[in-house]
């Protein structure tokens, strides 16, 4: 999949509303060591992960419920623009494709993408994830 890259004038988009999806599919991550890291440091802090890639695998198959219904959950892609000044760009996206959260990193000197990617994860692994039914309902009324 194609993600068209913005202008950040930010670092990154605040994690309001995140707690009203139950899962995060890992889509599109440039290497395993990345897709690894991204896994064990989600996990590692409560978020609901779903990755059906052979590194770092959660789940075999997409489940059942997102099959049904895929706005319980969140779609993670990483890009990197590396190697001299190395930057990761980590985005979370809604079922119908709308950017729901932004992050990025830079890290200066030969990098092969791991070490700004962790810094990009900070926000989402300091992040008081708890998934809540509740929320999904709240932020509907307010569409």
Do not use: W
């Not at 729901?100 to 994830?129: D, M, Q, R, V, W």
Request: aromatic share 12%; hydrophobic share 35%; charged share 25%.
């Amino acid at each position: 999949m194609f993600i068209p890259l913005v202008s950040f004038g930010q670092k990154s988009t605040r994690l309001t509303n995140i707690n009203s999806y139950k899962y995060i599919v890992i889509e599109d991550v440039p290497n395993n060591k990345i897709r690894k890291v991204v896994v064990k440091q989600l996990i590692k802090n409560g978020y609901n992960i779903v990755n059906i890639q052979k590194t770092a695998r959660t789940h075999d198959e997409i489940p059942k419920e997102i099959d049904d219904n895929p706005s319980v959950a969140l779609y993670l892609y990483i890009e990197l623009d590396c190697p001299y000044l190395c930057t990761s760009f980590i985005f979370l996206y809604d079922s119908q494709g709308k950017l729901i959260y932004e992050h990025k990193a830079t890290k200066i000197g030969f990098t092969n993408g791991l070490a700004p990617t962790k810094k990009a994860l900070e926000s989402l692994t300091e992040f008081n994830y708890k998934y809540s039914t509740e929320l999904k309902y709240i932020n509907k009324s307010l569409q």
